[in-house]
């Protein structure tokens, strides 16, 4: 528990540097691009329309169920997730190698290293309310209007980042050591992508309810469940699915208290990995 509150002190006390760098990470990402920052629009929207191409149009998929007797399009339904799915995937990934690939940088700073993975899931955030924006705006002109359930992704939001940072820490330090745990994320997350209720809806597909319970701990699960309900105003889901609220944040605690110890154990060490 003391390593956790250390942990939580240090982003309060330097959260004007993670904002301020996290804004620098972004725009040196793309200063060489021509079409700059665009990429990081263009490129989840391109993803989407191969998705929605492949599994919406080719497939002819039917309108989603979110709710009894409420049904809406494929596309919209798709998009609803992959906004979450595309803050998710660039968060971890990034966050994982974000401490080794800046060791060099480190060695010569005075700040605690338990800020850059929270520097790098900062800079994916802008990007991620910029496509929260952007989907608000499609679903609005599909006849989605905005509803009182919106107010809920505000705490969706909170939830995402609070779970992006528990695994930054245990992914960044473990990298740093095992520099192999980046290669094997990446392919354990796309894998993720197809388990997840992103592509299609996985409790109409699966009839087995133990296995569709199975799917549900995985915690991205229940973050996508919470962002669908706000965008279409199905329900407040954290509510109304309370005992899932409690194993989420149960198991985000659990992840956030062992990242916390791993990180504070090791990263006196992590010099003596360049």
């Not at 505000?154 to 940072?165: G, H, K, M, P, V």
């Not at 809806?201 to 319970?213: E, L």
Request: glycine share 4%; proline share 3%; with cysteine.
């Amino acid at each position: 528990m003391k390593s956790l509150i250390a942990i939580i002190t240090e982003q309060f006390k330097h959260f004007y540097l993670i904002k301020r760098l996290s804004l620098y990470e972004i725009k040196s990402k793309n200063r060489n691009n021509y079409l700059g920052m665009a990429w990081e629009i263009i490129n989840p929207a391109i993803q989407i329309l191969i998705y929605w191409f492949v599994f919406g149009s080719i497939r002819q998929r039917a309108d989603v169920e979110v709710a009894p007797g409420f049904e809406v399009p494929f596309i919209l339904w798709l998009l609803g997730a992959f906004t979450l799915w595309v803050f998710f995937y660039q968060s971890t990934i990034l966050g994982s190698k974000s401490i080794y690939s800046r060791l060099k940088m480190l060695s010569k700073m005075n700040f605690p290293m338990s800020v850059i993975p929270n520097i790098v899931i900062f800079s994916q955030f802008y990007i991620h309310l910029v496509l929260l924006v952007i989907t608000i705006i499609i679903l609005q002109l599909s006849g989605y209007t905005i509803n009182i359930y919106y107010v809920q992704l505000l705490y969706f939001i909170i939830a995402t980042f609070c779970l992006l940072f528990a695994i930054a820490l245990i992914t960044s330090t473990l990298s740093t050591i095992i520099r192999d745990l980046h290669m094997l994320l990446n392919a354990t997350l796309r894998m993720v992508l197809y388990v997840s209720p992103i592509l299609w809806p996985v409790s109409a597909i699966i009839k087995d309810p133990f296995i569709v319970k199975l799917l549900m701990l995985n915690p991205l699960y229940y973050l996508i469940e919470g962002y669908r309900a706000a965008f279409f105003g199905v329900e407040w889901y954290f509510v109304v699915h309370w005992q899932y609220t409690l194993y989420f944040w149960g198991l985000v605690l659990i992840l956030f208290a062992f990242g916390a110890m791993l990180h504070l154990k090791f990263r006196r060490h992590f010099i003596d990995y360049l």
